[in-house]
């Protein structure tokens, strides 16, 4: 290769192998940079061989973005983004506190082995500041009028009967949710078992739910102290073992949470929990959600796994004022190809959350927040003690594992295997994964976003999801994030899009933003930041506009969507 050259002859054919693999799987149009490509392959790579990519990038017509003519990506570079674990600052000592409930023996944290719980001794709480576990002693159930059994001790017998079918999966639910025996329909979970081929069969109810049902009943002896709730407007952070959450997991898929099947309870302002209206109905997404977690059950009794994971509730009393923010636009990537959690790797991860974390992960839902609980199904466990959101509040989820691969969306979602997370931990043996639930109002008229209020309470909303106080900006990784809101909650993508550069801004973190496929969205976006960095535009100045659009432009539209676009008049008035 002209021009190219090299002490080891061996690295510029090690580029052009790379190179023309990348070509063939398309890698190069889901990348920027070779950083990515090797990212995604595994593969170590030095700013030598990067060099020597870039040209022969150049060399092919790609300008290292597309093989055709295509715009994929526009904004400044991958590499200019800031990812954990390289910008992180130091951690302090994991160490339990007022607002930090830690359930496991902190100093001896080791990657290779299984955190112990803490503490020895095992207390019980049954009030409305906790968890109420299964496994508790006032978890009752009357046997007659004046005899009162322990519930546990039913599970417990029930979950211990050989498993031969997916009848006596359901017969050993029901026999302690006796009240829901007319109300609950088992037709996922039997069609799904009823296909299950001769070894696969004997794998699940002469293996894996024996398992699962052991793990589920090691909850006493792995919760040996209450498990908080992350209740309205406290602030508030629980860090459990990956040991720990798979027992929970375990006992909300056999249904023993109590006080959890009713909205008429205490929990009634808290997600589902308890894994029912997963195995009803007939649908085939049904079948491809048992898939996955079950993968994930699969995985996780054959090898305890070692890692930790933390679950913050953050409520901000104090919101920027907007107004008169005179905050610069910080850098944007912008891409209508991948992932947030493949590209936005080490980046903070938005989960497009319903009110209540998780949506309809354990129902019909199957969007992209229900996709992302369920190749990562620790998220599901925030469901337990997380009350719904308000519109100051977020939930940040930090070092989930991704335990399965897919394809699809909604409908077409199909489970597409293992997933082996390469992710490093920090010193809290946590993965490098932190995701950030934030809810998005629902709009049923295309105008209501536009309202002063509304707009207002979408940036707070993501403003309490970006922001970090205390911290440093130079340690925030980027926001990896898209059409949050959009879709069937009825947000104009455009209008979110603004939003979120502002929120980030006000944050001070860069934001990669991906159009999942809308090469038009990719565009007028990527023009329209480059108009508010080169007028110099500050976020209190648009935060003006937004509202001379809303006075001049939709006020004066009846009904149908304006004839001035939001993004014309922006370009126009700044």
Request: contains cysteine.
């Amino acid at each position: 290769m002209d021009g190219v050259q090299d002490s080891n002859p061996a690295v510029p054919l090690v580029c052009v192998a790379v190179f023309l693999v990348a070509c063939v799987f398309g890698l190069l149009r889901a990348s920027a940079n070779l950083t990515e490509v090797c990212h995604m392959m595994r593969i170590g790579v030095s700013h030598r061989i990067c060099s020597i990519f870039r040209r022969l990038a150049a060399a092919a017509g790609t300008d290292g973005k597309a093989l055709s003519s295509d715009v994929i990506s526009q904004g400044v570079a991958l590499a200019d983004l800031r990812r954990a674990p390289t910008c992180s600052g130091s951690l302090p000592a994991l160490r339990p506190a007022n607002e930090h409930t830690v359930m496991i023996r902190t100093e001896r944290l080791d990657p290779e082995e299984v955190p112990v719980p803490f503490p020895e001794t095992r207390s019980d709480c049954w009030d409305d500041y906790h968890v109420k576990l299964p496994c508790s002693q006032d978890n009752l159930f009357p046997v007659d009028r004046t005899t009162l059994q322990s519930r546990w001790d039913l599970i417990t017998r029930s979950l211990s009967v050989p498993f031969t079918s997916s009848l006596d999966v359901q017969d050993a639910i029901l026999r302690y949710n006796a009240g829901q025996a007319k109300a609950w329909s088992f037709t996922a979970l039997h069609s799904y078992c009823t296909d299950l081929q001769g070894s696969e069969a004997e794998q699940m109810f002469g293996k894996l739910f024996p398992a699962m049902a052991q793990l589920a009943m090691r909850a006493p002896s792995l919760f040996t102290q209450p498990i908080p709730l992350l209740s309205a407007q406290r602030c508030g952070s629980i860090t459990l073992s990956q040991e720990q959450v798979s027992c929970l997991l375990a006992n909300a898929f056999f249904c023993t949470f109590p006080r959890r099947n009713s909205r008429r309870t205490e929990f009634s302002n808290y997600p589902d929990i308890n894994f029912n209206r997963l195995f009803e109905g007939s649908s085939p997404s049904k079948q491809q959600k048992l898939k996955t977690l079950l993968c994930y059950f699969k995985r996780i009794t054959q090898r305890r796994p070692t890692g930790l994971i933390t679950y913050t509730r953050q409520c901000l009393q104090r919101l920027p004022p907007w107004s008169s923010s005179e905050k610069q636009f910080s850098k944007l990537h912008i891409r209508c190809d991948g992932t947030i959690e493949e590209q936005g790797y080490g980046m903070l991860q938005v989960d497009f959350a319903n009110r209540f974390v998780g949506g309809g992960v354990t129902g019909s839902g199957l969007v992209q927040e229900e996709i992302r609980f369920l190749i990562n199904p620790e998220l599901i466990a925030a469901r337990l003690f997380t009350e719904a959101l308000e519109d100051n509040e977020c939930l940040i989820i930090t070092g989930t594992e991704q335990f399965s691969r897919y394809s699809g969306y909604s409908h077409t979602y199909r489970w597409d295997g293992n997933h082996d997370d390469q992710t490093p931990r920090d010193n809290w043996q946590r993965r490098v994964t932190e995701v950030v639930a934030i809810d998005a109002l629902h709009y049923r008229n295309f105008l209501q976003q536009f309202l002063p209020d509304n707009m207002t309470r979408e940036l707070n909303k993501a403003f309490c999801g970006f922001a970090r106080p205390g911290v440093e900006p130079e340690n925030l990784s980027a926001v990896a994030t898209g059409n949050w809101g959009c879709g069937a909650f009825g947000g104009d993508t455009r209008l979110k899009a603004v939003l979120q550069m502002m929120a980030a801004a006000e944050a001070e973190r860069d934001l990669m933003y991906f159009t999942f496929g809308d090469a038009d969205l990719l565009r007028d976006v990527h023009r329209i930041h480059k108009h508010f960095t080169h007028h110099h535009a500050s976020v209190g100045s648009v935060f003006n506009m937004l509202q001379q659009y809303y006075e001049r432009v939709i006020k004066e539209t009846p009904r149908a969507k304006p004839q001035e676009t939001l993004y014309s008049f922006l370009s126009e008035h700044l």
